[in-house]
């Protein structure tokens, strides 16, 4: 899993202060995660290829973390995009982007698929062979769900130092990655066991994005490896997070503490704070492993 | 009058090529002309001061023109304005910003007065003492309006010369400019002739995109200032200029030479020319005065 922040603030878009998107790059997958205004523009900074987003999950309806969906999907069907798009998010998602198509006569000649989320309990929206998506229902202004993203790789992993020197096709190193041993023309047998290592461990990310401070979450996110939780205030604007039903980061740090994650990540800054480090500071207080979420700053778990 | 260019790139935004919008200011008014994906940014990077922005008129609801506007309203709550907004856009255009609103429960303190077109003909849409503001009917794929911006000032020009070392209050200068003359407390009588000079002359401006070369708005935009026509092509892509009923550089300057325009701007253009230059080549072929529109750059008219 590779993480790459394409925006971590709040409310409203600055030249530097991008508002909440992430991109999930697990193997060669893209999967989107949020998308506000400008998110297109931070994509192309970030040199994505946008057709390998197939995957958009929306945890709300608020501007900031949805008004550049739009945009993307016209962007996807300039580019000549055939591939079907799926987008997962609060129910009102596919009027809202339907009646912005039809209004510019601009019907996309791929399909959209929307998946339109009611439910108040965490609930699986997609599984395949190597991953499993569920909903973190969180406490927000409007109905708004995080996101947890559990790998299962069976992908075994090419052990470069056993095939250096041997010839190998393009479609060799996939039947290596399904645990196929191979027989090449010149009669060569390569055992399976002996060119590949065990798949990578199961790796889950759990991203929490907008919530008031919301304990029974910790069940749900129990011990995952990467905790992106909103920290939008500090503690000296408590009672401003409780009102607007944000966290801070004492609150985010106090999460990833008791449901021992192993790592903890801040973000949705409050424009009104100059000094990032300060949430590092009130957060470190609590939990020992805090990072800072940054745009356009790449992670991996 | 003053014009801002935010943004004159067509179909999407990339991080050096914003999408339509521009700002006029006429005296201390700002009007915003289109709103393009990120035209929040680009006012930011501006310096305007967002609550002086009045009223927003939207030419169609292609999302290289329209796409930022709802942000842009959502901005202006979170700021705390209390001014009404008056928004001119095709019929449409209200019940898609407000169903987001509604969306994200985000019910601006704000009036916004939505003033739907629908008429295929010239007409005024907005009027004041110092100007007018007219549709003008265009040929696109979706139901399209430029505008054209009328000044008629009545203001008298102060005479800084005529008035230096003479303390003046603030409301005095207001008085300057409506024609009186004035009477200081210390008895001294101020001709408004000897220090007034007469007021601007009345300037057009006219605003044409997105459409296909449309000679019968040549009555319309005769003799203005500035014509900013669209070239969103050169003419070795006339065909599909044609197909997707926009301009080509060259089918712009004959508008601006038939209309015997003041000076012509172009903009509009699509991505895939680097070198901008050869537009104002073609342009400058059958029109003395182009002008290239760039992000960001200011002109006076």
Same mark, same amino acid.
């Given at each position: 899993?590779?993480?790459?922040?394409?925006?971590?603030?709040?409310?409203?878009?600055?030249?530097?202060?991008?508002?909440?998107?992430?991109?999930?790059?697990?193997?060669?997958?893209?999967?989107?995660?949020?998308?506000?205004?400008?998110?297109?523009?931070?994509?192309? %900074?970030? +040199?994505?290829?946008?057709?390998? /987003? *197939?995957? $958009?999950?929306?945890? &709300?309806? =608020?501007?900031?973390?949805?008004?550049?969906?739009?945009?993307?999907?016209?962007?996807?069907?300039?580019?000549?995009?055939?591939?079907?798009?799926?987008?997962?998010?609060?129910?009102?998602?596919?009027?809202?982007?339907?009646?912005?198509?039809?209004?510019?006569?601009?019907?996309?000649?791929?399909?959209?698929?929307?998946?339109?989320?009611?439910?108040?309990?965490?609930?699986?929206?997609?599984?395949?062979?190597?991953?499993?998506?569920?909903?973190?229902?969180?406490?927000?202004?409007?109905?708004?769900?995080?996101?947890?993203?559990?790998?299962?790789?069976? %992908?075994? +992993?090419?052990?470069?130092?056993? /095939? *250096?020197? $041997?010839?190998?096709? &393009?479609? =060799?190193?996939?039947?290596?990655?399904?645990?196929?041993?191979?027989?090449?023309?010149?009669?060569?047998?390569?055992?399976?066991?002996?060119?590949?290592?065990?798949?990578?461990?199961?790796?889950?990310?759990?991203?929490?994005?907008?919530?008031?401070?919301?304990?029974?979450?910790v069940?749900?996110?129990n011990g995952?490896?990467?905790?992106?939780?909103?920290?939008?205030?500090?503690?000296?604007?408590?009672?401003?997070?409780?009102?607007?039903?944000?966290?801070?980061?004492?609150?985010?740090?106090?999460?990833a503490k008791d449901a021992r994650v192993k790592?903890?990540?801040?973000?949705?800054?409050?424009?009104?704070?100059?000094?990032?480090?300060?949430?590092?500071?009130?957060?470190?207080?609590?939990?020992?492993?805090?990072?800072?979420?940054?745009?356009?700053?790449?992670?991996?778990?």
């Open positions: 899993m590779h993480l790459t922040i394409l925006g971590c603030h709040s409310a409203t878009p600055r030249e530097n202060n991008h508002t909440s998107s992430q991109l999930l790059r697990i193997d060669e997958s893209l999967f989107l995660i949020d998308c506000g205004e400008g998110t297109q523009i931070q994509l192309r %900074k970030a +040199k994505v290829k946008f057709f390998k /987003i *197939k995957h $958009i999950f929306i945890s &709300h309806l =608020h501007g900031d973390h949805f008004y550049g969906l739009v945009g993307l999907i016209s962007t996807f069907r300039l580019l000549g995009r055939k591939e079907d798009l799926n987008i997962y998010g609060p129910k009102g998602i596919k009027e809202v982007i339907t009646l912005q198509l039809k209004l510019a006569k601009s019907w996309t000649e791929y399909s959209i698929n929307f998946h339109e989320l009611v439910s108040k309990k965490s609930e699986i929206i997609y599984k395949d062979d190597f991953l499993t998506v569920k909903t973190l229902p969180l406490d927000h202004r409007v109905y708004t769900n995080g996101f947890l993203f559990i790998t299962s790789s069976k %992908k075994r +992993k090419i052990n470069l130092d056993a /095939i *250096k020197g $041997i010839k190998l096709e &393009h479609y =060799h190193y996939r039947q290596i990655q399904q645990g196929k041993s191979i027989e090449l023309d010149d009669g060569t047998f390569l055992d399976n066991e002996d060119i590949s290592l065990e798949p990578d461990s199961p790796k889950k990310y759990a991203y929490c994005s907008d919530t008031a401070f919301k304990p029974d979450l069940p749900l996110i995952v490896d990467l905790l992106y939780h909103e920290s939008t205030f500090l503690e000296k604007h408590s009672e401003l997070a409780k009102i607007t039903k944000h966290s801070t980061a004492l609150q985010a740090a106090t999460i790592n903890l990540m801040l973000g949705h800054y409050s424009n009104r704070y100059g000094d990032k480090e300060d949430f590092y500071k009130e957060a470190s207080k609590v939990f020992k492993s805090v990072i800072l979420s940054e745009d356009l700053k790449s992670f991996s778990i």
